[in-house]
């Protein structure tokens, strides 16, 4: 037999292997230990059974995954998922536009925060779990009522939209409920470039935005990260490297941390820092702790221009601080901390003409009030606000904006 007829009948074989292969990766199997395994299984069914065995094999494990697939998706219930805006963001977009999927409702049982998560769960001593119902209107948003003629428009990030906490505490309804403010959260994950896009969006789809009437919560973490070159593309070991199609599945988020755990792929345990404040465990993401700790400012060229673009319609820009910010006087009483992100967010307000609000001061002073009451302003195991700091800024806001 000639090598080109020898090939030509491996060709069957080889698209066998090759489908088993990312069938495997479908249940997050490395691109390597996925072909290793398609071999593995393709050899003995092979020898023993024939083509047509291993065939049937790959055919009923496309079955298998498309019915996992086909049921999380419409069940929304995949256990991967630890917190609602997971659940309800990860294939909403549209328009240019981030946001959550329309007119949904959960009550979650949610068993912890982000940074329990990313410690790779070394830090049990901070969880708090808690139930969150997460409600979002015909637009995606976060808000009991639908988008009307509300007098005012909150964009920001996940503080804004409040991650992690149940509904009636977030930002946008204590500002409507507590304090009379007829607000519409128009609020997703992002930074100030998304928040410009969402607010071209709004004014080109919505009544929402008139004159001077937009409120943007700018936070510190990552609102303002420093612009820098694209680093290189990172070297992947075997057991990291993973094949990008099907990375996007339901199925594969399902079975993602199993594989991970056994492969030993990755160590994110030292990027959250555990301290005790008011004698409880809370944790910090270490990339925040940087942040709140950096001395030198960045290129913010890209989020000023962002700024500017929005500025014919800002009434407000609020500035929401770290935790570690907030608790940096229980953990180092003795360090001074830089403050280079209020200071950009602050001459940037003047020079577009926006009055800013720096949302430390007023933290700060409720997190001492509580603390001797074993209560704090976020989540211990998580970076955002809880609903007392939900109170405090929206307290603070009202008070701005009424002035």
Known sequence: ?????????????????????????????PGFFALLGSVL???????????????LVCLSLLIGIAG??????????????????????????????????????????MPHGDLFALSDRTAPEIVEPRKVVFITDALGYRNTSGPGAQDYVLIGDSFAAGSGTSQERILGETLRRDHGIDVYSAAFPGDPVNYAQTLDWLKAHTGLVRGRNVVALVFEGNDLTCAAPAPPPPQRSIAEWRWRPVTRLETYRLFYGLTRAALGAGDRS?????????GRAMGFLRFYVDATTQAEPCDWSAQAAALQAMAPHLRLIAFAPTKYRVYADKIAPAAALPNIRWAFIDATARTIGVPALDLTPFLQARAAQLLPQGKYVYWRDDSHWNGEGMDVAAEAIAAALKR
Do not use: C
């Not at 536009?97 to 959960?106: A, C, D, K, M, T």
């Open 1 to 29: 037999m000639t090598p080109a007829r020898l090939l030509l009948r491996l060709v069957p074989d080889l698209l066998l292997v090759l489908a088993m292969t990312v069938l495997l990766s479908a249940l997050s199997l």
């Open 41 to 55: 299984l393709f050899a003995p069914l092979r020898l023993a059974s024939g083509r047509a065995a291993f065939a």
């Open 68 to 109: 996992f697939e086909i049921g999380l998706r419409l069940t929304k219930s995949n256990p991967a998922y630890y917190r609602p805006d997971e659940v309800l963001s990860r294939f909403a977009t549209a328009g240019g536009r981030s946001h959550y999927e329309p007119g949904r409702r959960l009550d979650f049982d």
């Open 270 to 278: 030292q990027s959250v820092v555990v301290h005790p404040v008011g």
